[in-house]
């Protein structure tokens, strides 16, 4: 079953991919296909409303109705009820004092054409139903804007479906006050594709996804208080760039998914059983560069990656510091090259679950701040190799419950033993042949401010 989800998915992907018009299209059949019960029939018009959610208070539908076609509706501080199906090209301006209220019903807004813009509104009041998706902002279109608004207390925020090249910008998006997993996805792009998502502030949602969903650039946002901060699933050649997340069980998560790129994100307090700053599932050709990865339980975790034969997955000139683990592999699957990195006050630099070490992978002129060697010539790289082995740590290795105890003193005094003189054989875990020997500065250094 595993071996059929890629087919299914380029499959489904080219039908979503043929639906760049802004007409409806026809309903097929098919696996990957939302269920209309459920993820809402996107390739169907929405019903129009037929009455307002919220009694006493002007219903935006009626003004949106009499605005004409391709004109400004600039709406006068106040309350207005939803619910709202905008089917026209139109520019909607609530001068960020315009609240569009549903009464905690059902979805607040869809916005079912392409060229508009949605600027300076506040969403609230969505239903809390996962069956139907109740959701602050449905996007059914091409081409439109989304910018300077605000998002609270919505079962999901803004969420995309098969709608390409559209810009979701300087939005701040909150979810309903439950507890995490029952919170909805902040912004949920599904077979969405060149969309940019730019400057938005998600805190205390559940997820950002992006899942069936290629070319897209996530870019300057911050998120704080989530479960995945960005999670990909079967989307192919995203950027992630310049992004800010705190206090997430996850910062990003790539999983089947190849060709991204995630440069220059701060990802910090990634704690928990579960916690990690990245982490990679059967994913390939994707560059990890120029990141800070700091106090997070795993900085970057690999699993079976690189995935597809001859791929690799690049980790360059990260800051990767101060986590409980730096680097953590899930088998030694060969294709990952680790270069010019800065590991400092990991408790460990590098795990390797399953036995044996990470050889398989290219380590190179890293900084290592257990480096145990000299630079006699002055070249700022040591003279001879630096090597991490494995010796009672294997323990908690092979056997992750065993962790607890990492630092229980019974297990120090074991771990001091078997330096002193080892019971068997150690493992290797990583060989860099010519570590760095004065700490570099990298492209985030000087902004830990904005932790």
């Not at 400057?199 to 949602?205: G, H, L, Q």
């Not at 916690?275 to 800070?292: L, P, R, Y």
């Amino acid at each position: 079953m595993r071996a059929r989800a890629p087919i299914v998915a380029l499959l489904s992907a080219s039908f979503a991919l043929a639906q760049i018009d802004d007409e409806p299209v026809t309903a097929k059949d098919g696996m990957a296909l939302p269920n209309a019960g459920n993820w809402g029939a996107s390739w169907e018009p929405t019903p129009k409303p037929t009455k307002p959610a919220v009694p006493g208070i002007p219903w935006l539908q009626t003004l949106i109705d009499e605005a004409p076609e391709g004109g400004v509706l600039q709406l006068p501080a106040g309350r207005y009820s939803g619910p709202v199906v905008m089917t026209k090209k139109l520019v909607v301006d609530g001068q960020g004092q315009a609240i569009v209220d549903n009464g905690g019903e059902a979805s607040v807004f869809t916005l079912e054409t392409s060229g508009a813009t949605l600027r300076g509104l506040v969403f609230t009041g969505s239903g809390s139903s996962h069956n139907t998706d109740d959701t602050c902002l449905n996007v059914r279109g091409h081409r439109n804007v989304i910018e300077d608004n605000r998002f609270d207390d919505c079962l999901f925020g803004i969420d995309l479906k098969q709608s390409n090249d559209n810009v979701v910008r300087r939005n701040r998006v909150r979810s309903l006050p439950v507890d995490l997993g029952l919170r909805g996805d902040a912004i949920r792009l599904w077979y969405s594709m060149k969309n940019v998502v730019e400057d938005n502030e998600v805190i205390d949602s559940r997820d950002v996804v992006v899942w069936y969903s290629n070319g897209n650039v996530i870019r300057r946002n911050v998120g704080r208080r989530g479960r995945y901060s960005l999670h990909f699933m079967y989307a192919q050649h995203n950027v992630v760039e310049d992004n800010r997340y705190f206090d997430n069980s996850v910062g990003i998560y790539v999983m089947y998914t190849d060709g991204v790129e995630i440069r220059r994100n701060l990802i910090s307090h990634s704690v928990g059983a579960t916690g990690m700053g990245i982490g990679f599932k059967e994913a390939s050709d994707s560059v990890v560069e120029g990141n800070t990865i700091v106090y997070c339980a795993v900085g970057i975790a690999s699993d079976l990656s690189p995935y597809q034969p001859d791929s690799t997955i690049s980790i360059k000139d990260n800051r990767i510091s101060y986590n409980g683990v730096g680097l953590s592999f899930l088998g030694d699957k060969a294709g990952t090259t680790v270069e010019g990195n800065v590991f400092e006050g990991n408790i460990d630099p590098v795990s390797k679950s399953g036995g044996g070490g990470a050889t398989n992978n290219l380590f190179r002129a890293n900084y290592w701040d257990d480096y145990q060697g000299f630079d006699r010539d002055g070249d700022a790289v040591g003279d001879t190799a630096y090597e991490l082995y494995a010796y009672s740590d294997r323990l908690w290795m092979e056997e992750p419950t065993a962790r607890f105890f990492k630092n229980a003193p019974l297990m120090e005094a074991l771990d001091f033993l078997e330096r002193l003189a080892p019971f068997s054989t150690p493992d290797l875990l990583v060989r860099d042949e010519a570590p760095r020997f004065v700490k570099p500065t990298l492209p985030l250094d000087g902004k830990a401010g904005a932790l």
